[in-house]
């Protein structure tokens, strides 16, 4: 089989499967790079020629991207070839990396430094309900419900559907943009001259804001979802609302933001406070 065939024939698996179209260039760009690799066609593939690409070209990875790789290659294989390479490679475990996370005056400055009114709603937007960057990107005027206050996750990760509250602060501006792009006979919330905006789009414009706000911190879009989770919980909200808010098929993603909470940290007392208090007035 050609290489081209067998590209073609993953892509269309993929998407007979309901994959997002993220999976899909992932998986077909890792199946593409390891035949170029391996200079071999589909069927002479061996697990050493994966293992060698390995080598090569992830030791440096994240566990995150091994894995990816890995599920790439096996989804191909069991679905056209009908044989699993990867059985005998050991899968590197996950990461669980703490996040990096804004503090409500650095969110406040972030917002304050985007000058372009679009710009700053978009991103009081992925603070105040804790959008994915897709998810913002997707939402289309049809997905809010102004007399409600709510507003509806399509097809969000994991092609899950999800309510989300709309903020009272931001209802005037919402409304507004959503009058523009009807005006414009827009589909979508947010979009460019003619064209839905792009994740890259959406990380120049928070880049820009925060080095304007003068944060000292690794900011991406990701960063205010992360930070909505965070003071959450400093505000008290139980963990398995934030999962549903979030999104979070599973509570055990959620509870990394009990590690990142400082808050609820500095509310804890070392048991030398205690101890030497009943010390001094012995």
Known sequence: MENEEFL??????????????????????????????SRKPPEQISEDDI??????????????????????IKYAYLNILKKDLTLGIKRPKKERKIPAVLTKD?????????NNKKSKL?????????????????????????????????????????????PEFLLPELKEQVS??????????????????????????????????????????????????????????DIRYIQALLGHSSISTTELYTHISTEHLKKIKSPIDELMKNETQI
């Open 8 to 37: 073609k024939k993953i892509e269309t698996e993929l998407k007979i499967s309901k994959n997002s179209p993220h999976t899909i260039r992932n998986y077909v760009e890792y199946n593409n790079k390891l035949l170029e690799f």
């Open 51 to 72: 293992k060698s690409y390995m080598a090569e070209n992830l030791s440096d990875k994240a566990s995150s991207s091994i894995i990816v790789f890995l599920s790439a």
């Open 180 to 237: 523009n792009q009807k005006q414009e006979n827009q589909e979508y919330l947010f979009s460019g001259i003619n064209l839905k905006l792009s994740p890259r789009n959406l990380q120049k414009i928070v880049a820009k804001a925060a080095k304007k706000a003068g944060i000292n911190k690794q900011v991406h879009p990701h960063t205010l979802r992360h930070s909505y989770a965070t003071h959450l919980l400093e505000q008290g909200v």
């Open 122 to 166: 978009m991103l009081s937007l992925l603070y105040a309900c804790g959008f994915r960057v897709s998810e913002l990107l997707n939402l289309k005027l049809d997905n809010l419900n102004f007399e409600e206050k709510i507003g509806y996750v399509k097809q969000g990760k994991g092609r899950k559907d999800r309510v989300f509250n709309i």
């Open 106 to 114: 650095e969110v406040r400055k972030l917002l304050d430094s985007c």
